[in-house]
């Protein structure tokens, strides 16, 4: 097991200084302390200085000093400490988030359940010619997730409510759990572009443990979502809602289905022999390559928080919660409802 690290103390500075006064070398100093030679090293090459280099005092009078060092290296444990607790206080806090203007506008906006996407563009349209209240959503990010933020939980009021960031770029794949898998990479390009109706993202929501899941569709144009509760997870249950989806609607409006790399998707191919629809997955950890069906997952999130039993929840009152979502107007539909987009498209 290797040596757990801590950063230095004020005695161990002192004991450096008294040391480091005395001549012993780095090597000797960090035996004593009990520290690595790095971690010395490193100390005192940073935190020491010559007064000739910060005093004009130190004037060359004589050509034997010429080439020399004009004053022997200083090192003092008060003054290290100090320069160290600063460093501390001010890591891990984007310089753009110093100004209380600019914190409290966030903060505001946070709280009235605002993205910091949201916030950082609607901050730079309101206020032009104020580069102080200029800030990157990724700052606002940083900013919130900082240690010194925890305290104020700011993350409670982001859209998913994460506790830690999490990574966007996903990790490469190391095994297949599904067979005959086909990577989202040989997904035709119209799929991501979003020019051609009928391409879906699939996806599960939990309830509690042993109280059954949702099994979510999502429509890539009409952002049109469908949502059936199940018994489980199983491969046989999600493949029963597709195949329900397949059958019920026109030919055209089913084409592809695009999954996370879950177990209850190891039945695609099934799909693709009866009907020929075939199912593309997400690499690992990319959540963000369905970000539709994430989108929308959250949208049902917030009528079914995570931690809810769906034993109880009938099919009519996720027939209602689905209505809501499906008939509210989007920017990116021209303030269409995605039920209003998806009857032209359907019927198209």
């Known amino acids: 097991m290797g040596t757990r690290y801590s950063h230095l103390s004020l005695d161990d500075r002192v004991q450096i200084e008294k040391h480091f006064d005395a001549g012993l070398s780095k090597n000797e100093i960090a035996r004593r302390i009990g520290r690595a030679p790095?971690?010395?090293?490193?100390?005192?090459?940073?935190?020491?200085?010559r007064p000739s280099n910060t005093s004009s005092a130190y004037t060359d009078y004589g050509p034997q000093l010429k080439y020399g060092d004009k004053s022997k290296k200083q090192y003092r444990a008060s003054i290290a400490d100090k320069h160290a607790e600063?460093?501390?206080?001010?890591?891990?806090?984007?310089?753009?988030?110093?100004?209380?203007?600019?914190?409290?506008?966030?903060?505001?906006r946070l709280r009235s359940g605002w993205a910091p996407e949201?916030?950082?563009?609607?901050?730079?349209?309101?206020?032009?010619?104020?580069?102080?209240?200029?800030?990157?959503?990724?700052?606002?990010?940083?900013?919130?997730?900082?240690?010194?933020?925890?305290g104020r939980a700011l993350w409670q009021y982001l859209p998913r409510g994460h506790k830690r960031r999490r990574k966007r770029k996903g990790r490469r794949v190391r095994s297949q759990r599904i067979n005959h898998r086909v990577s989202i990479s040989e997904r035709p390009p119209e799929v991501a572009e979003r020019v051609e109706f009928g391409h879906w993202e699939s996806d599960s929501v939990l309830g509690l443990r042993g109280t059954g899941a949702l099994h979510t569709e999502a429509e890539r144009v009409s952002r049109f979502l469908v949502a059936e509760k199940v018994s489980s997870t199983t491969a046989a249950e999600a493949l029963r809602v597709q195949r329900q989806l397949v059958t019920s609607l026109p030919a055209h409006a089913v084409k592809s289905f695009t999954a996370d790399n879950g177990s209850e998707f190891s039945y695609h191919y099934k799909l693709a022999d009866e009907f020929g629809v075939p199912t593309y997955?997400?690499?690992?950890y990319s959540s963000y390559q369905r970000g539709l069906n994430e989108n929308r997952n959250g949208k049902v999130r917030v009528y079914l928080p995570k931690g809810t039993s769906f034993e109880d929840l009938t099919d009519e009152e996720l027939a209602d919660i689905v209505a809501e979502i499906n008939n509210r107007p989007l920017k990116v539909l021209g303030w269409r409802t995605p039920a209003e987009a998806f009857d032209e498209l359907c019927s198209g």
């Open 118 to 150: 949201t916030i950082a563009g609607r901050l730079k349209r309101i206020h032009p010619d104020d580069p102080e209240m200029h800030v990157s959503h990724e700052t606002i990010y940083d900013w919130l997730y900082a240690p010194k933020q925890r």
């Open 281 to 284: 997955f997400a690499d690992p």
């Open 38 to 49: 790095s971690t010395v090293s490193r100390e005192i090459n940073s935190r020491s200085w």
């Open 86 to 108: 600063r460093r501390a206080a001010n890591s891990h806090m984007p310089t753009k988030m110093r100004s209380d203007k600019l914190v409290a506008a966030v903060t505001d």
